[in-house]
């Protein structure tokens, strides 16, 4: 009878430390970044991004007690990869919710796997099609494309230029900033004088430049992601064009400055207000926010904090928020993140409903001209 007491109160023991144990075991946050390839421009500063708002979650006791548990995978870039990478998180390591991918092909090539699973996936990419149509478990933190498409029209129109040429690259944003660009055009009274494509791995577009050149365009817009921005841009001072030259908000970072050189002079962009953080009024709801974020980056990896980086804080930040709210099963996340409101994040000022689950206005976008290699604000 002695031994079955004392199992019995054994036990008793184990089961009241079960509960203990489990409310210890750490929250499994996933995130896939091209840390490496051709986007590694993207992937590395959210990658840093991550990382660095977990450590500081965890050096604060974490979320209720509980650490958080940050599982990164390299996907380079590539679909395919991040196809297998995020059935590895869901399956394996049995993750809560995912950040990322940095890519728009990259997103849409793991969608189905994410909402079929109930994982909440924030994604880092602009593409207008990640979150329309709606997916329950599918949010995003990049400005949509359409938002920089209409804030590039706003300018040209103020400024009394209609006829416009395209250039955009042929991957998933590129194709999906062309979109935006044919479908909006009438709405601002532009007109698509030339619509040209580039590859992903060109490395000379002086063919569609001269095709430019000799059109009636007004202003060209090029829609990609470095490098080829770049190449356009030097190419473009080569043939001596003279047509203002508008990027899209793929090449927001120091890196494309770097990258162009001399040719970046000039250059008019859509960005999330991060590049010009200092700039803005004090009044504005982000500043805050942005200036602790390029503070905290420039501490912690030497580098200027940018608007990449910030689409990695919004979502971990995000995802923080909701699971204080809700805990940390991933449809009480999705639920939770819904009814976030007013966020003011690195990307904008974040609301999201069921019919909305990129959360922005075109208000997220400043314009920025490239000036002595800096960044001044377009007025």
């Excluded at 329950?136 to 129109?157: C, G, H, M, P, W």
């Excluded at 494309?256 to 010009?276: C, R, T």
Aim: proline residues 4%; positive net charge; glycine residues 8%.
């Amino acid at each position: 009878m002695k031994r079955i007491a004392l199992l019995a109160i054994a036990l008793l023991l184990v089961a009241g430390l079960v509960p203990a144990l489990a409310a210890q075991a750490p929250i499994r946050i996933g995130a896939l970044f091209a840390i490496t390839g051709p986007a590694s421009f993207l992937g590395e500063p959210e990658r840093n991004t991550a990382q660095m708002v977990v450590d500081e979650i965890n050096a604060k006791g974490g979320i209720k007690g509980r650490k958080v548990e940050l599982i990164t995978y390299d996907t380079q870039g590539d679909a395919t990869k991040a196809k297998q990478l995020v059935n590895k998180l869901i399956k394996n390591d049995k993750v809560s919710a995912i950040v990322g991918p940095s890519t728009t092909g990259e997103t849409m090539a793991i969608l189905d796997d994410a909402e079929k699973a109930g994982i909440p996936l924030i994604s880092c990419a602009a593409g207008s099609k990640i979150t329309d149509p709606v997916r329950k478990f599918v949010f995003k933190t990049a400005q949509n494309d359409s938002l920089a498409v209409a804030r590039i029209y706003e300018y040209l129109k103020k400024k009394k230029m209609t006829r416009v040429a395209v250039l955009t690259v042929s991957d998933g944003f590129g194709s999906s900033g062309r979109e935006q660009l044919k479908a909006q055009a009438a709405n601002f009274g532009m007109q698509i004088v030339v619509d040209d494509t580039y590859a992903p791995k060109d490395t000379d577009m002086t063919a569609q430049l001269t095709k430019i050149r000799g059109s009636q365009a007004q202003a060209v817009i090029c829609w990609g992601t470095n490098p080829g921005p770049a190449v356009i841009a030097k190419n473009a001072r080569q043939l001596g064009l003279k047509l203002p030259l508008f990027m899209s908000h793929g090449v927001s970072s120091r890196k494309f400055i770097d990258l162009a050189g001399d040719a970046a002079e000039g250059i008019i962009l859509p960005s999330g207000k991060v590049l010009v953080a200092d700039l803005l009024p004090k009044k504005d709801k982000q500043k805050q926010s942005l200036m602790a974020f390029v503070k905290d980056y420039q501490g912690h990896f030497k580098a200027e904090g940018d608007h990449f980086g910030g689409h990695a804080w919004d979502a971990t930040m995000l995802l923080r928020q909701a699971i204080e709210r809700g805990g940390d099963a991933p449809a009480a996340i999705a639920a939770e993140l819904e009814k976030t409101r007013n966020f003011a994040g690195i990307g904008g000022t974040f609301s999201f409903s069921p019919r909305d689950h990129a959360g922005l206005t075109k208000d997220a976008f400043v314009l920025v001209e490239i000036k002595n290699k800096d960044w001044v604000l377009v007025k």
